[in-house]
């Protein structure tokens, strides 16, 4: 599996914007981007995804580098409620568009919002 | 919706005995994958279900498997636990690549 890399930390204020990194310069074509966060005392819950192209929801942006080895992570006003572990990781896809198999999850990045 | 739901909650076994766990993905999803966490090793990949079969598998002993059922219910199942076998198991289900996970079932092996 292609590995990833994140700081360990990082440390925001409530409602500012917050640019989680992360590096993959092993990335495969077939590699989609994922983000997970895992709040305390709660399983990972699934924030966003792409491929090539930027991505919005409605609980973050994803942005991806052109050539895809890096990629971050915003979260456009920090809440309380964003304190959390945020993992990168690269999940590999099938030539239908369909990603599967598994989640390998690495060390993350712990993110702190302060009041 | 209803989201992924696992049971039980809580377990609590000795040393030998075998423990089964239990899974109800998201309607409408197939895929179904378990996961193991402990502080020291994190978040590891046990195993992936889709339509009944097994499709990847983790790098985990023989004690550990699982079965999917035909409504993508699935079952994990431990046997001749040990100490190290205690910590938070996740399932979760997917649809369209993203994984959607449940709150675990947080197993204490004595």
């Known amino acids: 599996d292609a590995k990833t890399t994140q700081p360990n930390s990082m440390e925001s204020n409530e409602e500012e914007p917050v640019h989680l990194p992360c590096n993959h310069s092993t990335i495969s074509g077939t590699d989609y981007i994922h983000w997970y966060r895992q709040l305390p005392s709660q399983g990972p819950e699934y924030v966003i995804h792409g491929l090539t192209s930027n991505v919005n929801n409605r609980m973050a942006s994803l942005a991806i580098a052109e050539d895809r080895k890096s990629s971050t992570l915003i979260l456009h006003r920090a809440t309380l409620r964003d304190a959390a572990v945020y993992y990168c990781?690269?999940?590999?896809?099938?030539?239908?568009?369909?990603?599967?198999?598994?989640?390998?999850f690495g060390q993350g990045t712990i993110l702190t919002v302060h009041p | 919706k209803a989201g992924v739901t696992q049971t039980p909650r809580y377990l609590i076994k000795t040393r030998g005995q075998q423990v089964t766990l239990s899974c109800s993905p998201i309607s409408g999803h197939r895929s179904v994958s378990w996961y193991q966490q402990t502080p020291g090793q994190g978040l590891q990949f046990l195993f992936e279900y889709f339509s009944e079969t097994q499709r990847n598998k983790g790098n985990f002993p023989g004690r550990f498997s699982g079965r999917q059922f035909s409504n993508s219910r699935s079952e994990m199942n431990v046997s001749t636990l040990e100490l190290g076998d205690s910590a938070l198991y996740l399932c979760?289900?997917?649809?369209?690549?993203?994984?959607?996970f449940g709150p675990g079932t947080r197993l204490l092996v004595l």
């Open positions: 990781i690269l999940k590999r896809g099938d030539a239908g568009g369909t990603s599967y198999g598994k989640l390998t």
């Open positions: 979760a289900s997917s649809l369209w690549g993203a994984q959607y």
